[in-house]
């Protein structure tokens, strides 16, 4: 006899539809499987087999061969596990072929016929619901994770004889339905505030600046000035996340394993902080089967890259393409996969190897040791950070300083004021941040009048600005206009984002 169900593969953080066809006939007793599989997909014949047994189901001594379709794409993973052993089921006249219809299977299977936690549920229900199925069969470890999907039945089974039972009729199981509150952004961890900070009001600023228009930043100073509270404290000041972002975040974290068994949706903003041993994979993403980089977490959140110059070289120069492109490509033999990584980059770092240059005082690093260090972070990279900002040391005054210090709901407010003009201005662009502006477009949104045409070319030959790095500072200032509600960028604009450029000049030069 013949049967056919249906399962899902992830490509990237998408997924494809892949057929399961089960076929049973005379012949020699053997259980094959073929489609072009990994070895996890060619280990399913044996886990399969002994789940059956071991689940009541006795298998004749035929021949039973199984396909998974289409034959030219490579299936690695053991999310096929449960639905090539309901075709077996099928086959054997064991399960209805309507009991089959418009439903889609996902689950690994145990020796004793469990059906266990498997990655990328979310993006293979996504692509179910698009394809007009009705209703998905997962495990109940990531039922939560797939019935964020609407439109879209999907029910959590804790086994193959579950399983079996539901689909013959013997068994009610209903669908896993979310409360509106498991959908609704939230605010992690409300300890972390910028009023935490004493002083560093400039810095403050930069960032504010950064957190709106989504620029890169860098921060440079002494150890000890407040570098890494100042990044930790980012997303307290960005907009709460949209149930669309959310889901395209959550997409990434299901392919990476990384959704817990009661999360749903990823709610807050990412941010990843990756140590600077980090290999150049862990960061972009790939492996033998690729997966999702630290890049692709940071999606529409931020990226921390602490002590940026003690980053193997060759491993951050790959951020140029990434942040030139808003997703990173990796080719590998079965495929091009894309990821995206839309994030914004935060850099933080001491300007020599003591950390004090240029306060002589302190630093008594000699130039050639200073120009080495710095000389860590490339030219070309520097040139894709929009801000650079000195965090000197704190005052004493500042540190003894009670009350009056901005909470990240105040700056956040403004933020997100800024945001809104941004989106307002590019709806029909299909951008969303001033960071994305091509060079078509800053000749239509940030074009400049005479005094500051003027400002902008003594500034590009003062500090020996490349192209891109002119670019830079337009969009920078366009995105302190829109914190100053202005329609066009004028010269109190211009001039503060060229400033976020002289630290470039104050120690690459």
């Given at each position: 006899m013949f049967s056919k169900v249906y399962s899902g593969t992830v490509l990237g953080i998408d997924s494809r539809r892949i057929t399961v066809e089960a076929d049973i006939s005379d012949g020699l007793p053997v259980f094959d499987l073929v489609g072009y599989l990994g070895s996890e997909v060619r280990e399913a014949r044996e886990r399969v087999r002994?789940?059956?047994?071991?689940?009541?189901?006795?298998?004749?001594?035929?021949?039973?061969?199984?396909?998974?379709?289409?034959?030219?794409?490579?299936?690695?993973?053991?999310?096929?596990?449960?639905?090539?052993?309901?075709?077996?089921?099928?086959?054997?006249?064991?399960?209805?072929?309507?009991?089959?219809?418009?439903?889609l299977f996902i689950g690994e299977l145990s020796l004793n016929g469990e059906v266990k936690k498997v990655n990328g549920v979310l993006p293979i229900v996504y692509m179910a619901y698009e394809q007009g199925f009705k209703r998905c069969i997962v495990p109940s470890c990531n039922v939560r994770e797939g019935a964020v999907v609407k439109g879209i039945e999907v029910y959590g089974v804790d086994s193959l004889?579950?399983?079996?039972?539901?689909?013959?009729?013997?068994?009610?199981?209903?669908?896993?339905?979310?409360?509106?509150?498991?959908?609704?952004?939230?605010?992690?961890?409300?300890?972390?505030?910028f009023s935490d900070i004493v002083g560093q009001e400039l810095a403050k600023r930069a960032i504010e600046i950064a957190a709106c228009g989504m620029h890169n930043i860098l921060l440079?100073?002494?150890?000890?000035?407040?570098?890494?509270?100042?990044?930790?404290?980012?997303?307290?000041?960005?907009p709460e996340l949209s149930f669309e972002e959310s889901l395209e975040i959550s997409k990434i974290y299901s392919v990476s394993g990384l959704l817990d068994n009661n999360q749903s949706?990823?709610?807050?903003r990412p941010f990843r902080s990756?140590?600077?041993?980090?290999?150049?994979?862990?960061?972009?993403?790939?492996?033998?089967?690729p997966m999702p980089g630290e890049i692709s977490l940071a999606h529409m959140g931020v990226l921390f890259l602490d002590e940026f110059p003690e980053f193997n070289r060759k491993t951050i120069e790959i951020l140029r393409q990434p942040l030139e492109e808003n997703e990173i490509t990796i080719t590998r033999l079965n495929g091009t996969f894309r990821y995206p990584a839309n994030l914004m980059l935060c850099t933080a770092m001491n300007p020599c190897n003591c950390g004090y240059y240029p306060d002589r005082n302190k630093c008594h690093c000699s130039l050639s040791q200073v120009r080495n260090y710095l000389g860590k972070i490339s030219r070309p990279l520097l040139d894709r950070i929009d801000i650079s900002i000195e965090v000197p040391q704190s005052d004493y005054k500042d540190?003894?300083?009670?009350?009056?210090?901005?909470?990240?709901?105040?700056?956040?407010?403004?933020?997100?004021?800024?945001?809104?003009?941004?989106?307002?201005?590019?709806?029909?662009?299909?951008?969303?941040?001033?960071?994305?502006?091509?060079?078509?477009?800053?000749?239509?949104?940030?074009?400049?009048?005479?005094?500051?045409?003027?400002?902008?070319?003594?500034?590009?030959?003062?500090?020996?600005?490349?192209?891109?790095?002119?670019h830079r500072v337009l969009k920078?200032?366009?995105?302190?206009?829109?914190?100053?509600?202005?329609?066009?960028?004028?010269?109190?604009?211009?001039?503060e984002a060229i400033c976020y450029r002289s630290m470039d000049k104050k120690y690459w030069d």
């Open positions: 002994i789940s059956l047994k071991n689940s009541g189901y006795r298998l004749p001594a035929k021949r039973i061969t199984i396909n998974l379709s289409p034959a030219d794409m490579r299936k690695e993973g053991t999310a096929f596990d449960l639905p090539i052993a309901i075709s077996v089921l099928a086959a054997l006249g064991l399960l209805l072929e309507e009991s089959l219809k418009d439903t004889t579950q399983v079996a039972e539901f689909l013959s009729g013997n068994l009610h199981l209903a669908p896993c339905c979310l409360q509106a509150e498991d959908l609704k952004p939230s605010r992690e961890d409300t300890q972390i505030d440079i100073g002494p150890p000890g000035s407040g570098k890494t509270m100042l990044a930790r404290r980012i997303p307290s000041i960005l949706l990823i709610l807050n990756p140590h600077h041993t980090i290999t150049t994979t862990a960061l972009t993403g790939g492996g033998r089967f540190l003894n300083k009670k009350g009056g210090r901005e909470t990240s709901a105040a700056i956040r407010e403004r933020v997100m004021k800024g945001r809104l003009a941004q989106t307002e201005r590019y709806k029909k662009d299909r951008i969303h941040f001033n960071s994305q502006l091509t060079t078509r477009m800053l000749q239509e949104y940030c074009a400049l009048g005479k005094k500051e045409e003027k400002l902008m070319e003594e500034a590009y030959a003062r500090l020996n600005l490349s192209a891109r790095t002119y920078v200032a366009r995105t302190i206009a829109d914190l100053d509600g202005s329609e066009s960028i004028q010269e109190k604009h211009l001039s």
